[in-house]
């Protein structure tokens, strides 16, 4: 079966310090995989994607992903937190099928980015 | 930016009522979908839509049905809401041409009673 886990509930940094969001996955084929934030009471905003490429992918407020084949993951770094960044993470891989296919999620992290 | 809205952004209601969600969008996307988002479980696919004429059912489509009026609006309805069915509501699309990623609304806060 197709999948997304990211294994930790809760991840706190403090701001300035790196962070990253971990997400593993399982699809057969080539992954197409996704990183989405939620502020809030706001909807999910897109922040970064890997299709093909560089293994390594920058998105939206200085967030990047790294793409690790061998170990099927998708973590998502920052070098630098900020207080802002503060919210849930939702990690998601691209399945296809039919005229385009769906998104699976993970269940989502919450950061906690203290000053 | 793909001018999602969803209508209304909460609602609450009671056991048995029959409710409906409503989706709209601006920019001319093919495909859309409704997810609903519970704590510690992600977002998980009720239904989606390719087209006007496509409607497919998702992982949980259980109680729930929808309507895809126009390429535009994409409605989702719950029959007879039962408890369990409150949920944020999420609405996304996403274009057949595009680049695989999907734009969201802003969601609909649902409790049922």
């Known amino acids: 079966a197709q999948s997304v886990a990211q294994p930790e509930d809760q991840v706190n940094v403090a701001e300035g310090n790196p962070l990253t969001v971990k997400c593993t996955y399982s699809?057969?084929?080539?992954?197409?995989l996704f990183w989405y934030v939620q502020y809030p009471n706001r909807g999910l905003q897109f922040l970064l994607k890997?299709?093909?490429?560089?293994?390594l992918v920058k998105g939206s407020y200085g967030f990047e992903a790294e793409f690790n084949k061998s170990q099927t993951s998708f973590h998502l770094k920052k070098p630098s937190a900020l207080v802002s960044d503060s919210a849930l993470y939702f990690c998601?891989?691209?399945?296809?099928?039919?005229?385009?296919?769906?998104?699976?999620f993970g269940q989502g992290t919450e950061l906690s980015v203290k000053p | 930016d793909a001018d999602v809205t969803q209508t209304p952004r909460n609602r609450i209601t009671k056991t048995g009522k029959r409710i409906m969600l409503e989706c709209s969008q601006t920019?001319?996307?093919?495909?859309m979908y409704w997810y609903r988002q519970d704590p510690g479980l992600g977002l998980r696919l009720i239904y989606y839509?390719?087209?006007?004429?496509?409607?497919n059912k998702g992982e949980i489509s259980d109680g729930y049905s929808v309507s895809r009026q126009a390429q535009a609006k994409f409605s989702l309805s719950l029959e007879s809401a039962i408890p369990n069915q409150t949920a944020l509501y999420f609405c996304?699309?996403?274009?057949?041409?595009?680049?695989?990623?999907?734009?969201f609304g802003p969601g609909t806060r649902l409790t049922v009673l």
């Open positions: 998601a891989v691209r399945v296809f099928y039919n005229q385009g296919g769906k998104l699976i």
């Open positions: 996304a699309v996403d274009r057949l041409a595009g680049g695989n990623e999907q734009f």
């Open positions: 699809v057969s084929g080539n992954p197409y």
């Open positions: 890997y299709i093909t490429g560089d293994n």
């Open positions: 839509s390719f087209d006007v004429k496509d409607i």
């Open positions: 920019k001319g996307h093919d495909r």
